[in-house]
């Protein structure tokens, strides 16, 4: 087996009384793009930064590109970029001068110039940092954990305050980088972001993994097929409805007031379920028939809403 972006096992991690990491697993393969998602407070960041070496583990196991990130760091930091959320540079370097600091520490960098002209920065090169808007800090950001050429990338939020151009000029620049054979492991609370970008997505929760897969593997229902879903008042009696439909198909109350329908979705289904909506008095809402968005299903194993 190839040596893995990054391998976790049995990862542990506890400040004070609290537990924010609780045994996670995790595999990322070279040369993909895996997004960390979970509710602020799951240990994605905490996470992240025993990948980075800045924490140590309490127990587990953790290998980033076959290294171990705190004792073997002066052999990983050379071959991995790190771009924080909030920017990190200081409030009064210009964007150019920043860029080319971070080269000078590398072997072999890309020409600094370039890329700011690639991620829209050149017509505020000489503007210092403190003066940027924050969608143009967070390019920097990126920028500065780029410019060193590395095998793995760890990007907190990396679109956080962009517009929707420059948040789209960036999701390019990433789709290359990852077939330039560039691991990217990215932290976000924009699920559309997650879905159009990632080859895996690991949703954690209290410190552990809950869900792991392809996003278009998650999203399909626990068939394989594209299910339906509606809303209506809570509690509703799914087992009559159930009982109402071809063997074979289940309803549940995924949160309150969203029930799904998993199974084959014809016209003869949707028929039913809105002729025993009509039989019950009750009119259902925002009928959908297809795949789960990812945020659905982030909610629903998580519970809680997107906090960002």
Known sequence: MSVA????????????????VDGLDLRMERGSLLALLGPNGAGKTTTVEICEGFLRADAGSVRVLGLDPVRESSALRPRVGI??????????????????????????????????????????????????????????SLACALVGRPELVFLDEPTAGMDPQARRLVWDLLGALRADGVSVLLTTH???????????????????????????????????????????????DTALLTAALPEGYAVRESAPGT?????????????????????????????QVGKRTLEEVFLELTGRELRA
């Open 83 to 140: 771009m924080p959320q909030g920017g990190g540079a200081y409030p009064g370097v210009r964007a150019d001068e920043m860029l080319r600091l971070v080269a000078s520490c590398a072997a072999t960098p890309l020409d600094p110039a370039w890329l700011l002209d690639v991620l829209g920065l050149a017509p505020v090169r000489r503007t210092p940092f403190k003066r940027l808007s924050g969608g143009q800090q967070q390019r920097l």
């Open 190 to 236: 924009l699920m559309e972001e997650a879905e159009a970008l990632a080859d895996t997505v690991v949703i954690v929760d209290h410190g552990k993994v809950v869900v792991s897969g392809a996003p278009q593997s998650l999203t399909m229902d626990e068939t394989g097929n594209a299910g339906l879903r509606f809303k209506a008042r809570t509690r509703l």
């Open 259 to 287: 029930y799904v329908v998993a199974g084959s979705i014809d016209p003869q289904v949707v028929s039913t379920v809105t002729a025993w909506c009509a039989q019950q008095g009750v009119l259902p809402e925002e009928l």
């Open 5 to 20: 972006a990054v391998e976790i096992s049995g990862l542990v991690k506890s400040f004070g009384s609290t537990r924010a």
